[in-house]
């Protein structure tokens, strides 16, 4: 079921695509909770031309997909800002990078403005409970105690008497000054610091919804008028023998305390981003180029394609690039995941951002700004984290009732005391509905989903996993078979010398002699395929020039397709080729014919050599099975995986490969339409389907599977091609990004669940469901405290997921 509705999706999209269309990502600000999420949403959704928007709370932005004909990202702008929220116009020409270290910079300023207003309102918050200690003795002495609130029913036996023997003059004050002073105090911070709140409340009112501004606004407003006509006019209260009581403490601690709860989840959102943060401070400010002999330091926008770059010892590679002289080994683990340097000669790529350990290079700048590599990581990484997992929908759907119902519970509960315990008066029935309306908050709801995807990718690019967002990360926990490309995926893709042999009579030759004889054979085969652009010739080159040889010149080059090649190489007339060749120039093959049959059961292709129209050696050129493959295919199947191997090679090569790495079941012989086939037949068995591949020629099949991982490969890593990019080339990485999605999808779920219960339990606690039999009440002031924890909670459950242990070890992936 899943992958036909994954699949008509991407059928559907095909036929959309012929019309046109524009994605823009906005920035938003003054989104506080899951209800503003879903709201705005539902309110892009609507506009015109939209196809589909995507917000997200964590990132604080808005993607939509629209009709450039129908509409415009000014309008889709306007229509953001007409809603009460912020918003801004993208910037055009801004890398990936730059667009995350603004973001990085305005999420700090966030952070720094919500600890100072968080810690002014805590500190006044202390003072008003303190000065309001004596207002409490007077009304005690009256008779007219507020008996009902647990919190200040405590400050009343602990902190009462404490305050009287150390500080005797605060009892002196005059009840009204203290109330005045109180009430100037609260106005202060409900303005200041907590503007914020009624100002989103009376927007969210216009547009006739509701969020979480709307609980806070609503409980300490209510408080705050209670307590602002008991100073104004505290004898119509005595005259009745209610107490005029003012909870503008209450208010105060209230504001202060949703502040920390929003600036601890402002600092755990900041943390949710470092793998983001650490991927923009990679990329140097400057580089050193050289221009006719002379260097300069530039910043990198300087920087042209083709220019003569310098890297020295310790310095980060600024730019992507090829290189041109010397020898370095270089960090890329920050980029690919993995741990060993990697060592770079002339004609080696090196990848922007990564760290030069030893040695210097010079290399000429290729992919640039918005094209290098790590731009095109961390805009896939910011997509990613900006997008949404299905699960999300749960908590959509509630959030969009959650805070309507909450006022409808705050309202029943104002009555049920007011008609259930008269005798209480109206402050306690006042109290009882602000504690429903402060500790039901739907943060946590609206931060359950985004953060754990934003970690799961996070730590996933640190592994060399980029995970294009959160659909494909939960489709991920959800495969059963795993279908693996040969070439480039098992194997490393690249052609390379295996076997040297030549048809030696005399068993009893001299090693040394033997040694001889191969260099002299090989120096005349490199020579000789020198002149040639096929992959097999350039293997042979590569072969040659690695033991050191020194290749001349060869002469009346000859090539025959589908057969070799010929020439003069020395005086010497060389053949290299298939028997065919060799029998068309009636060279004798015989002496090596069952090692040529042994080679090609071996996945090897035999290289015939002959000299002076004599045989002189085969060679056998193979596509090298990657190192990792066989453990990686292992432990597939140890984990109760189905492994299929899916190939365009010819069905001899393909089973000798499979049963090198432990692969059992072999499709091989197929085309790309072929391939898609053996997919969808796969699906129809009941197969959740995961495609490796090499993201080019496996681009249908990759779309065809529930799942699409693609192998990267140097600069060029793909992306496009499917949901998932493996920087290191290394099959080890599909098991560790199924382990991620497990990981994420196990988080995500426990995050739902802690989000619902603390509303299923907080709220009934809070209307006071306990207190007809166990005399147990909620202060607001508690209530305020357990709301800002619930949000922290859930964000730092998802930062579990940066400490998944991906290594391979001994019992493959697991957690700490």
Request: proline share 4%; net charge neutral.
């Amino acid at each position: 079921m899943l992958s036909s509705l994954k699949n008509r999706g991407r059928v559907e999209t095909e036929v959309v695509s012929q019309v046109p269309e524009e994605k823009v990502t906005i920035p938003v600000t003054g989104m506080t909770c899951a209800a503003c999420q879903s709201f705005l949403q539902k309110e892009l959704t609507k506009q015109p031309g939209v196809r589909d928007a995507t917000v997200n709370l964590m990132l604080h932005n808005a993607t939509v997909h629209f009709d450039p004909e129908t509409t415009s990202s000014s309008v889709l702008v306007e229509a953001i800002r007409a809603t009460g929220y912020g918003a801004e116009a993208p910037m055009l020409h801004r890398s990936a990078l730059e667009e995350q270290e603004e973001q990085d910079e305005q999420q700090l300023q966030e952070y720094r403005q919500l600890r100072l207003k968080a810690v002014v309102s805590l500190l006044a918050g202390a003072l008003a409970m303190i000065l309001s200690m004596p207002l409490m003795s007077l009304n005690r002495e009256r008779g007219m105690e507020r008996v009902k609130d647990p919190l200040l029913n405590w400050s009343m036996r602990v902190i009462d008497p404490l305050l009287h023997s150390t500080l005797p003059w605060i009892y002196e004050f005059h009840a009204e000054t203290v109330r005045w002073f109180l009430f100037a105090l609260a106005t202060f911070i409900m303005g200041w610091a907590g503007r914020r709140f009624y100002t989103k409340a009376w927007s969210a009112l216009l547009h006739k919804t509701a969020d979480m501004n709307s609980l806070v606004a609503l409980g300490t407003g209510a408080a705050y008028l209670y307590s602002a006509a008991g100073t104004i006019a505290p004898g119509f209260f005595i005259s009745r023998g209610v107490a005029p009581d003012v909870y503008f403490e209450a208010v105060t601690l209230i504001i202060g305390l949703v502040l920390v709860g929003n600036m601890l989840e402002s600092r755990a959102k900041g943390q949710t981003s470092s793998a983001l943060r650490k991927l923009t401070q990679l990329q140097p400010k400057s580089a050193t180029i050289l221009r006719d002999g002379i260097e300069y330091s530039v910043s990198l926008a300087s920087i042209q394609s083709g220019d003569i770059v310098l890297v020295r010892p310790g310095e980060r590679v600024p730019t992507d690039g090829e290189v041109l002289s010397g020898k370095s080994s270089v960090d890329e683990s920050m980029l690919t995941g993995e741990s060993l340097p990697i060592e770079k000669i002339a004609r080696d790529r090196v990848t922007g951002g990564s760290l030069n350990q030893r040695g210097s290079l010079q290399y000429r700048a290729t992919s640039l700004g918005s094209d290098s590599t790590l731009a095109q990581i961390v805009r896939l990484l910011r997509q990613a984290q900006g997008s949404r997992a299905p699960i999300q929908r749960i908590a959509d759907r509630i959030s969009a009732v959650f805070v309507p119902t909450v006022l409808g519970i705050a309202i029943v509960t104002s009555f049920a005391w007011r008609i259930f315990a008269p005798h209480l008066g109206i402050v306690q029935a006042l109290a009882a509905a602000v504690t429903v309306l402060v500790i039901a908050c739907p943060c946590a709801m609206g931060l359950a989903i985004p953060t754990a995807v934003m970690v799961a990718t996070g730590r996933g690019a640190n592994y060399g996993i980029l995970i294009k967002g959160g659909e494909a990360l939960q489709r991920l926990e959800k495969i059963n078979t795993i279908v693996l490309d040969k070439t480039g995926t098992i194997t490393t893709g690249r052609l390379e010398v295996t076997d040297l042999l030549l048809p030696l009579e005399d068993n009893d030759t001299p090693t040394q002699n033997v040694t001889l004889a191969e260099e002299n054979v090989l120096r005349l085969a490199a020579a000789l395929e020198r002149a040639s652009e096929h992959s097999l010739g350039e293997a042979i080159v590569r072969y040659a020039e690695a033991r050191g040889l020194l290749l001349p010149q060869a002469e009346e080059f000859e090539s025959f397709p589908g057969l070799g090649v010929a020439g003069v190489v020395n005086g010497d007339s060389v053949l290299i080729g298939n028997s065919e060749l060799m029998k068309n120039h009636s060279v004798n093959i015989g002496p090596l014919i069952f090692t040529a049959e042994r080679l090609s059961e071996e996945a090897k292709t035999p290289l015939w050599i002959a000299v002076g129209g004599r045989l002189a050696a085969i060679l056998a050129v193979a596509d090298k099975i990657k190192p990792s493959s066989t453990e990686a295919i292992h432990r597939m199947r140890v984990d109760g995986f189905r492994v299929v191997m899916l190939s365009g090679d010819n069905e001899r090569t393909a089973h000798a490969i499979a049963r090198q790495v432990g692969i059992d079941e072999v499709i091989a012989g197929v085309l790309p339409v072929g391939k898609v086939e053996a997919i969808r037949r796969l699906q129809a068995e009941n197969g959740v389907v995961a495609m490796v591949g090499d993201g080019v020629n496996d681009a249908p099949a990759l779309a065809q599977a529930d799942v699409g991982l693609t192998m990267a490969s140097g600069a060029d890593i793909a992306m496009e091609a499917g949901d998932v990019t493996l920087m290191r080339s290394d099959l080890s990485g599909v098991i560790a990004a199924v382990a991620l999605s497990r990981g994420a999808m196990r988080v995500m779920r426990q995050n739902l669940f802690w989000a619902f219960i603390y509303n299923l339990i907080g709220v009934p606690i809070a209307a006071g469901v306990l207190y007809p039999t166990f005399g147990l009440l909620l202060s607001p002031v508690v209530a305020s405290a357990a709301m800002a924890l619930s949000s922290f909670s859930v964000v730092t459950n998802s930062l579990r997921l940066r400490r998944l242990k991906l290594d391979w070890g001994r019992y493959g992936v697991e957690e700490n």
